[in-house]
């Protein structure tokens, strides 16, 4: 069960599923981000800083403890960035 809940959020190419985006939430809003290389890299389509945000998914189980993922999403046009998307486990 913990190794299936470990993959369900991910698909075969490690990329989030539709369904753990759509269960994912907005942990910052896009505008309150100071990192200047993600800022620069989620306006780089055009869009603005405020149509993007770090979300998080929701808590998986894995054999090395529960997790979310965290990554930068833009749900006004659906572009995930492939940058600083990582794995969280939870403290104990």
Known sequence: MRRESATSPFNENGWLAPRAREKSYRIIPGDQIGNPEVRRLMTSDGSTLSDW?????????????????????????????????KVVLNRR
């Open 53 to 85: 945000g770090k979300y998080t998914t929701l808590t998986h189980q894995s054999p090395y403890g529960d997790f979310q993922v965290h990554y930068y999403y833009n749900p006004a046009t659906g572009r995930m960035l492939n940058y600083d998307y």
